[in-house]
């Protein structure tokens, strides 16, 4: 189970708990070979401090958002449309700026069933009811069953970015009309950043902007058909204390406040040797209570999608994973941009100019262009009717990945080879690739606060690539 440890009533709400000094916090987290006389090296931990629902990297701000989950499989095919089309609609309004582009982080992963919770609950709901003999025995033994059984939730996130930190953002401010003083403090404060002096502090300036940013962004997550809320640092600090247990139990946080969690409490909650001598997988160990315990980790990323979502008569491609015979949780993440239609338009043109110099080149010197040049042409320009024909809807580029854990290598290995084999068997021109030798940064850049580290496979298309993917749908009803 992963959980968190009772929340102390002493909250610690000033802003000064955002102080980040950790005098060793990168010696914690290791990345190591097999040989015991390696002594490994640090891995560069990218998150500063959470606060509430944001997160401050080394590089930017996040906001992040709890999505709910909803039925799909008995909605019928006028509602899976009609529902496709309102998410394309919630994602486009998460654009403002039609001269800007957006960085979204789409998270879909799991958590162990509180059932402990389950049972308060309950025994709240029945206190009205006329317990009969025998209704303890009963509900202890549903309890048993409940926790033997090792249930998990689906649990969706989305983060988006608020923007760099430490950039000198002239449309907030002119530090000029400050006077020469203030404007010479202004820029050094901003040089200083830029030439990475060591800062570990998120300032109270720099939280009251990013907040103010949060708060109008919030009221668009909630008010769409994502139906978003806010999520709260214990939460989003678990999420990323769980990547480092791959099968294995989670142990409790052990911050004793609940609203801010600097770096050093997250390296401190992290403590694990990873092994990268295996160019497919990650070997992560780790000793809890005393018990020495080994996970394994890798990552799948798609390489090719159908060219047509068939919705509502094709399976959504994020959905469509749980029907394959991986018998463990397992976590997708997307890093996509939602770039305005008037940029990806440039994109595009430009594209298409130096494919048809491509082409014209290659006809000069007497030869044939390839198939793949001109069927790369005939993409572009259908993508090019397309956003003219939809000038005010951005677009999407970006990675698509899953993440998959097992207890050892050969588990991994089946794991990894059943959920590629059913993409290519059961969802048409859909393919999943295993990349090798960058699987450590495969991982980190699923963390919340995290960056795109790996372009490779990179695609471009509509919103409705994320709007019909299945990213927030069970296929079941009730508890």
């Known amino acids: 189970?992963?959980?968190?440890?009772?929340?102390?009533?002493?909250?610690?709400?000033?802003?000064?708990?955002?102080?980040?000094?950790?005098?060793?916090?990168?010696?914690?987290?290791?990345?190591?070979?097999?040989?015991?006389?390696?002594?490994?090296?640090?891995?560069?931990?990218?998150?500063?401090?959470?606060?509430?629902?944001?997160?401050?990297?080394?590089?930017?701000?996040?906001?992040?958002?709890?999505?709910?989950?909803?039925?799909?499989?008995?909605?019928?095919?006028?509602?899976?449309?009609?529902?496709?089309?309102?998410?394309?609609?919630?994602?486009?309004?998460?654009?403002?700026?039609?001269?800007?582009?957006?960085?979204?982080?789409?998270?879909?992963?799991?958590?162990?069933?509180?059932?402990?919770?389950?049972?308060?609950?309950?025994?709240?709901?029945?206190?009205?009811?006329?317990?009969?003999?025998?209704?303890?025995?009963?509900?202890?033994?549903?309890?048993?069953?409940?926790?033997?059984?090792?249930?998990?939730?689906?649990?969706?996130?989305?983060?988006?970015?608020?923007?760099?930190?430490?950039?000198?953002?002239?449309?907030?401010?002119?530090?000029f009309n400050m006077g020469f003083k203030d404007s010479f403090r202004y820029i050094k404060k901003f040089l200083n950043h830029v030439l990475q002096v060591s800062d570990r502090r998120v300032e109270k300036d720099e939280l009251a902007h990013a907040q103010l940013q949060e708060k109008d962004l919030r009221q668009t997550v909630e008010n769409s058909s994502l139906k978003g809320s806010a999520s709260n640092t214990e939460d989003l600090a678990l999420l990323i204390k769980k990547m480092f247990y791959p099968s294995m139990p989670v142990p409790f946080l052990t911050l004793d406040h609940d609203e801010v969690c600097g770096r050093g409490d997250l390296v401190k909650e992290l403590t694990s040797v990873v092994r990268t001598n295996n160019p497919k997988m990650l070997k992560i160990e780790q000793t809890i209570n005393g018990e020495f315990y080994e996970g394994y980790r890798a990552t799948l990323t798609?390489?090719?999608?159908?060219?047509?979502?068939?919705?509502?008569?094709?399976?959504?491609?994020?959905?469509?994973?749980?029907?394959?015979?991986?018998?463990?949780?397992?976590?997708?993440?997307?890093?996509?941009?939602?770039?305005?239609?008037?940029?990806?338009?440039?994109?595009?043109?430009?594209?298409?100019?130096?494919?048809?110099?491509?082409?014209?080149?290659?006809?000069?010197?007497?030869?044939?262009?390839?198939?793949?040049?001109?069927?790369?042409?005939?993409?572009?320009?259908n993508m090019l009717r397309e956003v003219e024909n939809n000038k005010t809807t951005p677009w999407l580029s970006g990675t698509f990945r899953i993440g998959i854990t097992a207890p050892d290598e050969d588990t991994l290995q089946e794991y990894c080879k059943a959920m590629i084999s059913f993409y290519d068997e059961n969802m048409g021109g859909t393919k999943l690739v295993w990349t090798f030798h960058d699987q450590l940064d495969l991982m980190m850049e699923t963390m919340p606060g995290d960056y795109l580290r790996e372009k490779s496979f990179i695609h471009t298309t509509n919103i409705a690539m994320i709007a019909t993917s299945g990213f927030n749908v069970l296929n079941q009803v009730g508890d």
Request: aromatic share 10%.
């Open 1 to 175: 189970m992963f959980g968190s440890k009772n929340k102390s009533n002493n909250k610690k709400n000033n802003n000064d708990d955002a102080r980040l000094e950790s005098k060793a916090a990168e010696q914690v987290v290791k990345n190591a070979h097999d040989k015991p006389s390696n002594k490994g090296k640090v891995i560069e931990f990218p998150i500063e401090a959470i606060i509430g629902n944001i997160i401050f990297s080394q590089r930017e701000v996040w906001a992040y958002y709890d999505i709910p989950t909803t039925v799909y499989d008995f909605l019928s095919n006028s509602k899976k449309v009609a529902y496709a089309e309102q998410l394309t609609a919630a994602f486009s309004g998460l654009v403002k700026n039609q001269d800007k582009v957006l960085d979204c982080h789409l998270l879909v992963t799991n958590s162990p069933i509180d059932i402990d919770s389950w049972e308060d609950d309950y025994l709240t709901i029945s206190e009205s009811w006329h317990r009969r003999n025998g209704f303890q025995r009963f509900l202890e033994e549903q309890i048993d069953w409940l926790k033997q059984g090792g249930f998990f939730e689906k649990r969706v996130y989305l983060g988006v970015c608020l923007g760099r930190r430490h950039e000198l953002d002239t449309e907030a401010a002119n530090p």
């Open 302 to 381: 798609f390489k090719k999608f159908n060219d047509v979502m068939n919705i509502p008569y094709g399976m959504p491609w994020i959905y469509a994973s749980v029907f394959s015979s991986v018998n463990a949780p397992f976590d997708v993440s997307c890093r996509f941009s939602l770039v305005p239609a008037p940029k990806i338009k440039k994109e595009i043109e430009k594209g298409i100019n130096e494919t048809n110099d491509a082409i014209e080149n290659a006809i000069g010197a007497d030869k044939t262009p390839t198939p793949a040049v001109r069927d790369q042409l005939a993409i572009a320009d």
